[in-house]
């Protein structure tokens, strides 16, 4: 699973340095040359709202969310892990409410006509990433919620520090 997170990492920062280039690009030949590229506004919605998706499933598998720590060093250590698998637990249940939501949403969308430059219609970058992300972070979950209870390991509930950053204590 952490190899296979690695690589959803990787290329999620290739999508938001592609869409960033775009819209960098888009921003110049509109406010500068005064000629905007038809599509590239799409392309750019598009391109962040897969790599928001992919990468709320990196950041949730590293625990990186957002913890309160000032509240949870101050808890007994029972009630940091129930924490833990509560909040497993209700990414289970989202997810599981997601899969066929979206699932429905990408079906109806799929039926309209693409506008906006792009040749495709938008169930591809709207329903479809939230799809894909509700499958990810139902395996992850549940994936985490077992090897807890298997293996006891404390590490799985411990945010993953990573180059670039660092945790504070």
Request: net charge neutral; hydrophobic share 55%.
């Amino acid at each position: 699973m952490d190899k296979a997170v690695d690589i959803l990492e990787i290329f999620t920062g290739y999508i938001l340095f592609l869409f960033m280039a775009l819209l960098f690009i888009q921003v110049v030949m509109r406010f500068v040359f005064n000629r905007p590229i038809y599509g590239v506004d799409e392309s750019v919605t598009a391109l962040m709202i897969w790599s928001m998706c992919l990468g709320w499933c990196t950041v949730y598998w590293d625990n990186g969310h957002a913890v309160l720590e000032f509240i949870m060093k101050r808890m007994p250590k029972w009630f940091c892990h129930f924490m833990d698998h509560f909040t497993n637990l209700l990414i289970v249940v989202m997810s599981w409410v997601y899969i066929p939501a979206s699932w429905q949403l990408f079906q109806m969308q799929k039926k309209m006509p693409p506008v906006g430059g792009l040749p495709f219609c938008k169930a591809y970058y709207y329903a479809l990433p939230v799809l894909v992300m509700s499958v990810l972070m139902l395996v992850m979950s549940l994936y985490k919620t077992i090897a807890f209870a298997i293996t006891r390991d404390e590490s799985i509930c411990v945010p993953v520090e990573k180059e670039g950053g660092g945790l504070l204590d």
